[in-house]
């Protein structure tokens, strides 16, 4: 009878376990609004100062920025020390 109960409280915890994975794993994961491609890479780079290539251009956001220049670390990678 005591086997019964531990077997039936691991199989409850698996099923809550399971449950919580996977309702976090749906709805934890956020949409990135910055898409990697061609068109992004070619608007943010138009906006880069020729004289400082790693300042943050004006109007732009420090992270989206930040996250432009590490998709290029062969072109920016003195500004992602």
Avoid: R
Wanted: net charge negative; charged share 20%; aromatic share 8%.
């Amino acid at each position: 009878m005591d086997s019964e109960k531990i077997v039936t409280g691991i199989l409850a915890v698996s099923i809550i376990a399971g449950i919580a994975l996977l309702y976090f794993s749906i709805s934890g994961q956020p949409e990135k609004g910055l898409v990697n491609s061609q068109s992004n890479y070619l608007q943010f780079s138009a906006k880069e100062d020729p004289n400082d290539i790693c300042a943050v251009p004006p109007g732009e956001d420090p992270g989206e920025w930040k996250e432009h220049l590490s998709h290029h670390p062969d072109k920016y990678a003195q500004c992602l020390k």
